[in-house]
């Protein structure tokens, strides 16, 4: 059946738009975000009170309070199976912890593929969820980020438990 819908909800790093197919969330999208799908692939924009944002939503806000390490939102991630091994190799970086592209490739038993962990990982469709953000490059710099570099460096900044910067112009 498939049928979608979706939310936008506030946050500290801009609105995020919360995707769901068939009662489970499938995306997690910011604004400007590379790779971000057309919006009318969204389905129709319903309240955040709809099943099932109001669970994503509440993990979403302890989170970001710095109360939450480990989301446990049920998530449909819709990509190929190479895709689909990274997604879930992500959700095994620990909270405020970073690996290289070549780490998860190294883990995912590929040690040759960190580019086409890079790609995977960059269509990530659930972001902060699903933790693209704790991925670096192997000199340990910022790299690539669909959500902007500066929305990164504020993702780990939280996750190492720095103080919140303010937020930095996001366009």
């Not at 000199?139 to 939280?158: F, I, P």
Request: proline share 8%; aromatic share 8%; with cysteine.
């Amino acid at each position: 059946m498939n049928m979608k819908q979706h939310t936008v909800v506030d946050s500290p790093y801009g609105p995020l738009t919360l995707v769901a197919a068939d009662g489970v969330l499938c995306g997690l999208y910011m604004t400007g975000q590379r790779h971000r799908p057309a919006e009318e692939s969204f389905g129709e924009r319903v309240d955040v009170r709809e099943e099932p944002f109001p669970e994503v939503v509440r993990q979403l806000t302890a989170y970001f309070e710095g109360e939450l390490t480990e989301f446990d939102v049920p998530m449909r991630l819709d990509g190929t199976e190479f895709q689909r091994s990274v997604w879930a190799q992500l959700r095994r970086i620990p909270y405020g912890e970073t690996w290289s592209y070549g780490r998860l490739a190294a883990e995912l038993g590929k040690p040759n593929a960190s580019r086409a962990v890079g790609l995977a990982n960059g269509k990530n469709p659930i972001g902060i969820i699903v933790p693209c953000h704790r991925v670096i490059g192997a000199s340990g710099s910022m790299t690539g980020y669909g959500g902007g570099l500066d929305r990164k460096e504020r993702l780990l900044a939280l996750e190492s438990g720095e103080p919140a910067a303010p937020p930095a112009a996001l366009f």
